[in-house]
T-cell receptor, first 118, second 112 residues
């Protein structure tokens, strides 16, 4: 079974520039998550999709971040314009369900995109 | 606010030795508690999952314990190997919410 794919793996940009990340979840997984992981911290949920609908985007800085999940499969996360504090690893995860019991709600993570904003 | 605190922040052990990582949480009531392993440059991978009624769960050389009364969990690594070098993250799912609470992780370095 193929895992969660993300690209690019690394990105370096200057502040005020724009950047986009792509995620392809595990086939058949209904729920997709984007996390921001700052060095030395645990992941912080930015947005959660259930199929192509947004379940939770309460921690997404909507003035600069946007995300979409067209057709309920792939997803893109965009930052425009980037700030220095956006430097982090952006993790995409998917799960079969969003509220299942036990292993049914296991989140499978991609390798992440490491963003450096100069 | 649901919180998950992990200790120590980092540790170094010699290959073949054992170590124990701690996780204290305030999430209540909770549905399950997981330990994830995150290798450098990779996404986290689930090691164990325990519900509130379980006390221990093993996955190879990894053994997780849970004390729901004191809201503490531990992850014990037996006979450590170089490949155990990673960050270990404690993650708690509340019973009444889908949002996960992540700890900051413990970075383990195994040296030959």
């Amino acid at each position: 079974e193929a895992g969660v794919a993300q690209s690019p793996r690394y990105k370096i940009i200057e502040k005020r520039q724009s950047v986009a990340f792509w995620c392809n979840p595990i086939s058949g997984h209904a729920t997709l998550y984007w996390y921001q992981q700052i060095l030395g911290q645990g992941p912080k949920l930015l947005i959660q999709f259930q199929n192509n609908g947004v379940v939770d985007d309460s921690q997404l800085p909507k003035d600069r971040f946007s995300a979409e999940r067209l057709k309920g499969v792939d997803s893109t996360l965009k930052i425009q314009p980037a700030k220095l504090e956006d430097s982090a690893v952006y993790l995409c995860a998917s799960s079969p369900t969003s509220g299942g019991a036990g292993w049914a709600d296991t989140q499978y993570f991609g390798p992440g995109t490491r963003l450096t904003v100069l | 606010k649901n919180q998950v605190e992990q200790s120590p922040q980092s540790l170094i052990i010699l290959e073949g030795k054992n170590c124990t990582l701690q996780c204290n949480y305030t999430v209540s009531p909770f549905s399950n508690l997981r330990w994830y392993k995150q290798d450098t440059g990779r996404g986290p991978v689930s090691l164990t999952i325990m519900t509130f009624s379980e006390n221990t769960k093993s996955n190879g050389r990894y053994t997780a314990t849970l004390d729901a009364d004191t809201k503490q969990s531990s992850l014990h690594i037996t006979a450590s190997q170089l490949s155990d070098s990673a960050s270990y993250i404690c993650v708690v799912r509340p019973a009444n919410d889908y949002k996960l609470s992540f700890g900051a992780g413990t970075t383990v370095t195994v040296r030959a």
